[in-house]
């Protein structure tokens, strides 16, 4: 079968370019009063309104009027933040992770899925995401993982009916695992057999393996990039889902998200991101603090998680938790990320222990808002308060690095989204059982 | 990889910790500190701590160090007990499961415990100083927990044992007994639910045969002793010696059945992992009808749905804060676990079940202040004095008070504040986390972490 040369021309230009939902808006506009509001872009304001008029603010700050017919929150002794942005989950592609496989699309088999979409397999129901919601959690990153190349992620919003209509942009980039050579086990019968080996012949054998992943990667990127040219050039190609996905990322026009932890990965990601021309974000990063001239030189930014162990033995013991504060000393780009789903609800708490340990406050927010909206290309509407961005946002009772703090609105695209959730209906249910 | 190269690199960057260890007979003293007591004395805003032999020997607003005392200024601190984790597996070397048998009570944690694991230095370095170090969840009966404190660095493994402890053991319910999410190849019994209430109930009435065994020797070896007459050492009732009373035969000695006699006797803890509600109540039936008593239930993510069975058995319940759906027995679990067991009148802990999460658990006792409105005091005592009761070692531990064991965190703020961190770490009066002494023994790339801070 032979690809139809316009579908292929329009299929490249999705696939560069990303298609953004329309979101039927709300028809009520709100009116938040009195409240102190974090706008994270700008200064903190006291006391200031935000008007919110068909799905976006139409102003922030002191003395405005409100719109005839508005519906007002008060926000006395309230404080409003953007929504949260969660930039690495498994949100909407898993339910259950253990014992329940029907309920896990998060892995395609294989090692390479550059086709593989997450934004088709998006359960809206999912009572994670209310869960999320409830706690704060607007937006996330809904991205695959598994094998080399897992495939291609989706910035969602955490409502709707719909996996369209919760989809913010898609696609956001293409998900890949830098290579460690690492032998890959199979535990689905029981635990595998493991020859016993030296520490030198596991090593030798990890170093072939990296090198064989590696090349086969580059192999890959390359192919893809002259099946792209072939695309655009006009000429008949068979069709190929995987070339016709990857070329994309492999071109620069798509990002790559490129899993890597350690030292060596890191900066070995780094050289296969400059030499493929490729616009990379390391995922993972735990190392990152070791490599920041090289992420800074090549302006690669980061999606790190905070409360993990350090990776090395001698390393300080708040290797992890520090790892923002020198990121942001470095001016090495960063998001803070749960990477995870029924969890996603503590990315603020993550926020937190990196503010604990150096990061200042204005970094901590912003690293779980405007910066992965930023990372993930869609700053234009989301990640901080602003006229003209989408009305994504929450008010708390508190400071949202605080643990004790509650969250008691939570407004997506204009619109009040119900804090109902399963942990809530499940509190209702038996806190009063005898 | 190379362990103990690794180890002594290691040792070498925190080689400052035998000069912190402060001489046992010396006074030290923690002054100007905003002290969380966990005690009737409540918080008091400024004081001291004087401490003396790893022993608390005062506390109190108008408590004045003595002269020659090492001091501690912990102005702008805020001192509090040593946070007490009451599921963990750390510093097993190894694996933590022993999994080849449906009841493996003969096994021993403590026989397998590395004091030289990074992971305790790390957790000195989040407040904890003691842990219930138990075994894995793979048997309805696993092995013998250890009760420990992070002695952290001691020569050998016993050196970490929290003395007077009173030995536990670990049981498992659902899921893992059941080996639901471990593999497709080997299946072992049980496999249900139904197999783990029957391997329990089996496994006492052999230990209730065990110990009616002991219990009637023991009475015959009384008895024997008390006729005066001269006893046989002979093996059998017929032994040469006309007329004196014939020694009576002790019963094999079974290592697994002598835990099980212990559970019997009240003289060993239960720690019962369980998710479901039902289990739960599967296993208040089991014991009652056994005789024996839950000391708690780990994890029970769905004990706020039996809330009060668990509290008139008088079990108390350790759950995480917030975990949920990560298996299936976990879908039903909610945040707000803690807030109603406690308000059903279950003494409830936070623990970790994780040498990660281990390292906050003063931000996990901060989160059921937001999940159910429980109060701070109430929030803090989850990771203290609770687990101490738990564990049944609060004479010692869970709270500063005059007598009790100096194991104190010193926090850079109220624990449950957002920029909070723990400076410094004792535990039996020993410093054995000083943050300023570790930041500055960083070098190389080390000391950039942070972007010096």
Redesign the interface.
């Known amino acids: 079968m032979k690809i139809n040369r316009t579908v292929a021309m329009a299929l490249s230009a999705v696939l560069a370019l990303g298609f953004v939902s329309d979101t039927s808006a709300a028809d009520v506009p709100l009116v938040i009063t009195g409240a102190r509001v974090v706008t994270i872009s700008g200064p903190v304001m006291e006391n200031a309104s935000i008007i919110i008029q068909n799905g976006k603010i139409t102003s922030v700050g002191t003395g405005l009027t409100a719109p005839a017919g508005a519906k007002i929150i008060d926000g006395t002794g309230k404080t409003v933040y953007p929504g949260l942005f969660d930039g690495l989950t498994t949100l909407g592609l898993v ?6 496989l029907g309920t896990v699309d998060t892995a395609e088999l294989g090692d390479v899925n550059p086709h593989a979409k997450t934004w088709v397999a998006i359960q809206p129901d999912s ?2 995401i209310s869960v999320a919601r409830a706690f704060g959690i607007t937006t996330a990153l809904s991205a695959p993982g598994g094998g080399l190349i897992a495939g291609q992620s989706a910035v969602i919003r955490t409502m709707g009916d719909t996996p369209l209509a919760m989809t913010v942009k898609a696609p956001v980039a293409m998900h890949m695992r830098y290579p460690t050579g690492a032998p890959v086990l199979d ?5 595998p057999n493991i020859e016993p080996k030296t ?1 030198e012949q596991r090593l030798q054998e990890r170093k072939k393996n990296q090198e064989k992943e590696l090349l086969k990667l580059h192999g890959l990127l390359e192919e893809a990039r002259a099946f792209g040219d072939g695309m655009a050039s006009g000429v008949s190609l068979k069709v190929d889902l995987p070339n016709e996905a990857l070329a994309a990322a492999a071109s620069g026009k798509l990002k790559v998200v490129m899993r890597a932890n350690s030292e060596a990965d890191i900066k070995g990601a780094i050289k296969f991101s400059n030499d493929n021309k490729l616009k990379m974000i390391i995922a993972g990063g735990a190392e990152a ?2 490599c ?1 001239e090289e992420l800074k030189k090549s302006d690669i930014p980061v999606l790190i998680g905070v ?4 990776s ?8 992890a938790y ?2 923002a ?2 990121l ?3 001016g090495v780009r960063f998001a803070i990320v749960t990477d995870d ?3 996603s ?2 990315l603020p ?1 993550e926020a ?2 990196a ?4 990061l200042p406050r204005e970094a901590a927010l912003r690293a779980i808002t405007l910066s992965p909206a930023e990372i993930f290309g869609v700053a234009g509407m989301l990640g901080s308060i602003e006229t003209g961005k989408a009305a994504t946002l929450i008010m708390t009772n508190g ?1 949202i ?6 969250i008691t609105n939570v407004i997506i695209d204009g619109r009040e989204t119900s804090l109902d959730n ?2 809530q209906r ?2 209702e249910k ?2 009063a ?2 | ?3 103990s190269i ?2 002594r ?2 040792f070498a ?1 925190s080689a400052f910790l035998s000069t912190a260890v402060l001489a046992q007979d010396n006074v030290t003293a923690i002054t100007n500190a905003k002290i969380i007591t966990v005690s009737s004395a409540g918080i008091i805003e400024k004081g001291t701590i004087l401490i003396k032999g790893g022993k608390i020997t005062s506390v109190g607003a108008n408590v004045t160090a003595p002269a020659g005392a090492t001091v501690i200024d912990a102005a702008g601190r805020v001192v509090t007990p040593g946070l007490i984790d009451a599921h963990s597996h750390t510093a097993v070397e190894g694996g933590v499961n022993e999994c080849t048998n449906i009841v493996t009570a003969e096994v021993r944690v403590a026989d397998a415990l590395d004091p030289h694991d ?2 305790l ?2 957790q000195l ?1 989040g407040g904890v100083t003691s842990a219930n170090v138990l075994h894995g969840s793979c048997n309805s009966i696993g092995g013998q927990n250890a009760t420990i404190k992070l002695r952290w660095g001691v020569p050998s493994g016993d050196e970490l044992l929290f003395k007077g402890a009173p030995p536990g053991i670990k049981f498992a319910l659902g ?1 893992n007994p059941k080996r ?7 299946r072992r019994y049980p496999a249900t639910r139904m197999g783990v209430e029957v391997t329990i109930r089996n496994a006492f009435l052999e230990a209730k045969a065990y110990k009616k065994e002991w219990d009637d020797y023991d009475a015959a070896v009384r008895t024997a002793a008390g006729s005066g007459g001269p006893i046989h050492s002979g093996r059998s009732a017929g032994a040469p010696g006309g007329g004196s009373m014939p020694r009576p035969q002790a019963p094999r000695k079974d290592l697994q059945m002598e835990a099980l006699k212990e559970i019997l006797e009240g003289k060993r803890l239960v720690h019962a992992h369980s998710y479901r509600a039902d289990e739960i109540l599967m296993l208040i039936d089991v014991a009652n009808e056994m005789g024996f008593k839950i000391a708690t239930f780990q994890h029970v993510l769905e004990g ?2 039996v ?2 069975e668990i509290a008139k058995h008088g079990a108390g319940g350790s759950t995480f804060s ?7 027995e976990a ?2 679990a ?3 676990n803690a ?2 067991m406690a ?1 059903h009148g279950v003494v409830v802990s936070l623990n970790s079940d994780s ?3 281990a ?2 658990l003063y ?1 996990e006792a ?2 059921t ?2 999940y ?1 409105g429980v109060t ?1 005091e109430e929030a803090f005592k989850m990771v203290t004095i609770n687990p101490a009761k738990q564990l049944r070692i609060d004479k010692w531990v869970g709270s500063i008070e005059v007598g009790k064991d100096a194991d104190l965190a010193i926090f ?1 703020s109220h624990p ?6 723990v400076e410094m770490t004792l535990v039996d009066g020993k410093v054995l986390f000083d943050r300023s002494k ?2 500055a023994a ?1 070098t190389g ?2 000391a ?6």
């Open positions: 339910e259950i992770g253990q014992g329940a009572e994670l535990f689905s019968q029981g635990i520490f603090w070791r920041t409360d993990q162990l350090p090395r033995e001698g390393d300080p013991y708040d290797a520090a790892n504060a020198t942001n000393k470095a789903a029924s969890n609800r503590n708490f937190a222990m503010f604990a340990f150096g400071d690095l605080d643990h004790r703090t509650s399963k942990h499940l509190y038996y806190k059982r005898p | 990889m190379n362990r690794t180890l690199a290691a960057a990074m992971n230095y790390r370095a899921e639901t999410n471990f593999g497709g190849g080997v706020y749905k809330a009060s917030d975990w949920w759906a990560y298996k299936m879908y039903d909610i945040p707000y807030a109603i308000s040498d990660e999460l390292r906050r931000w901060a989160k202040v937001r159910g701070e850079k449950f504040a957002p920029d909070t961190r570790d930041v960083r790339v080390a950039t972490l942070g972007g010096g801070q």
